[in-house]
């Protein structure tokens, strides 16, 4: 079975840092693209950052370029993301989703997606 | 960026009815556009890729079309488990961007 767990997510303070992390199963993780998309309490989906199969291409929401970094390792079928400089405006529930191809996040679909890991900022 | 814009935001219907949520982006994506449909508390299940192809497993009921900048999700007969909210989500160009979100509520 396809099957994405996220964890790592939390209460921490603004200005503060955070790892939360995406663990992959069912599938060859390094020929998909990922994602992180997340959902502040009430609010609609937005993309955060996506992470071509190979890892060698990353990609940034504005809200985020320079505070979160993407990353995965192949061999542990595992995608994280750094959270850096945390705002109040970062608390979301934060989903990682597998693409239904390998390179930049265009052009494909999101076909399956984690329960997601809830992260709040607060002081 | 691209901006999607998706309306109505909220619609009340009845089981059996036929309903049209539209999509519009801000300019044109070609058919680079993807449907998820989310429940409350749930992830979003991925629906329709490309504009209108049917992702397998989901039912016949649910159609999509459309090209360029205007896009629409019909479902042909509303069932029960069709009460949620639908996305739409353009895959033309960084940052992937999401329209703001159509609730379906039973009327």
């Known amino acids: 079975e396809v099957q994405l767990l996220e964890s790592g997510g939390g209460l921490v303070q603004p200005g503060g840092s955070l790892r939360i992390s995406c663990a992959a199963s069912?599938?060859?993780?390094?020929?998909?693209?990922m994602n992180w998309v997340r959902q502040a309490p009430g609010k609609g989906l937005e993309w955060v950052s996506g992470i071509s199969g190979s890892g060698g291409n990353t990609y940034y929401a504005d809200s985020v370029k320079g505070r979160f970094t993407i990353s995965r390792d192949n061999s542990r079928n595992t995608l994280f993301l750094q959270m850096n400089s945390l705002r109040v405006e970062d608390t979301a529930v934060y989903y990682c989703?597998?693409?239904?191809?390998?390179?930049?996040?265009?052009?494909?679909?999101?076909?399956?997606w984690g329960q997601g890991t809830t992260v709040t900022v607060s002081s | 960026d691209i901006q999607m814009t998706q309306s109505p935001s909220s619609l009340s219907a009845s089981v059996g009815d036929r309903i049209t949520i539209t999509c519009r982006a801000s300019?044109?994506?070609?058919?680079?556009l993807n449907w998820y449909q989310q429940k409350p508390g749930k992830a979003p299940k991925f629906l329709i890729l490309?504009?209108?192809s049917l992702q397998s497993g989901v039912p016949s009921r649910f159609s999509g079309s459309g090209s360029g900048t205007d896009f629409t999700l019909t479902i042909s007969s509303l069932q029960p488990e069709d009460f949620a909210t639908y996305y739409c989500q353009q895959s033309y160009s960084t940052p992937l961007t999401f329209g703001g979100g159509t609730k379906v509520e039973i009327k």
């Open positions: 989703s597998k693409m239904t191809g390998s390179g930049s996040p265009t052009l494909y679909g999101m076909d399956v």
């Open positions: 069912g599938f060859t993780f390094s020929k998909f693209a």
């Open positions: 490309t504009a209108s």
């Open positions: 300019q044109s994506i070609s058919t680079s």
